[in-house]
């Protein structure tokens, strides 16, 4: 067998590998998705059910929509989605710049404390921080929905790491030039960063969109809803009717897979930046 055809060869079995993965990882997430696109008539699950929808419709999205308040519950989650990428990038963002520079008095000591904080599960504080954000007036609402997760201690890290990467030559150029503190780090160092900026507001966006617990236990009415606790009523209103359950599903899921399809050159380029020196 010549040269050319044993590499064809093993090509083939590489593509027939990474295909059987993949199947092997979104089979059990899209089979069960496509029964949102069946038919009023046609089994969803048991007996006479089968993978592929044999009756194509988009009945189960006309009712989510007209029956339920899918739009509040995704406008609500966006809300927060939104303030929690802006405070991390903002305050992870500066935090980590000072934690990565040598003149910073004590850096050494709050970046353990920092990782100290990794170690306590949410649950051990939850308690602690329902009976602040209440005490605050902040229940029921968006804000106390944002509250305990406008920072957290891994992207104050991933930052870290990313600008310890940047050789010191960079800033001892622009120090010489002149360039202030602020100069030096708006100007130099953001941009060398710009890929672990997008890794902190890509999670900071599927933190939020997919928190359930938290907004379980702070959020009352049906108008502050998130969109966890909105797929969660559905199991509730339409428990026989998989079809919207299902529908609601693929609602919630879809944001998160287009945001990462587009920025993934991006998220896999600053976990490498952050990853250099973790």
Do not use: C
């Amino acid at each position: 067998m010549s040269t050319r055809n044993l590499t064809g060869w093993r090509l083939v079995r590489r593509y027939i590998v990474l295909i059987a993965v993949l199947a092997l990882m979104l089979g059990p997430l899209v089979f069960p998705l496509l029964g949102a696109f069946k038919g009023p008539q046609e089994a969803v699950y048991g007996k006479g059910a089968t993978l592929i929808p044999q009756d194509w419709s988009l009945n189960a999205f006309i009712q989510l929509f007209q029956s339920t308040n899918i739009v509040g519950y995704v406008s609500n989650s966006l809300v927060v989605a939104g303030l929690n990428i802006a405070s991390h990038l903002i305050l992870a963002t500066v935090a980590g710049y000072m934690l990565s520079r040598k003149g910073w008095a004590g850096r050494g000591l709050l970046t353990i404390v920092i990782i100290s904080a990794m170690i306590f599960p949410f649950e051990s504080i939850m308690l602690s921080l329902y009976s602040q954000v209440r005490a605050m007036g902040f229940f029921d609402s968006l804000i106390g929905v944002w509250l305990p997760s406008m920072l957290g201690p891994f992207h104050v890290l991933l930052m870290r790491a990313a600008f310890m990467g940047i050789p010191d030559e960079v800033e001892d150029a622009a120090y010489i030039d002149g360039a202030g503190e602020f100069r030096r780090f708006w100007s130099i160092f953001v941009p060398q960063v710009k890929g672990a900026l997008v890794v902190v507001g890509l999670t900071s966006f599927i933190f939020a969109w997919q928190d359930y617990l938290w907004p379980l236990l702070i959020v009352q009415s049906d108008e502050k809803s998130t969109m966890m606790i909105g797929i969660a009523r559905l199991t509730g209103s339409f428990g026989t009717d998989y079809r919207v359950v299902l529908a609601g599903a693929i609602v919630a899921v879809v944001p998160v897979i287009t945001l990462f399809f587009i920025m993934q050159r991006y998220f896999f380029r600053g976990i490498e930046e952050g990853g250099l020196k973790f």
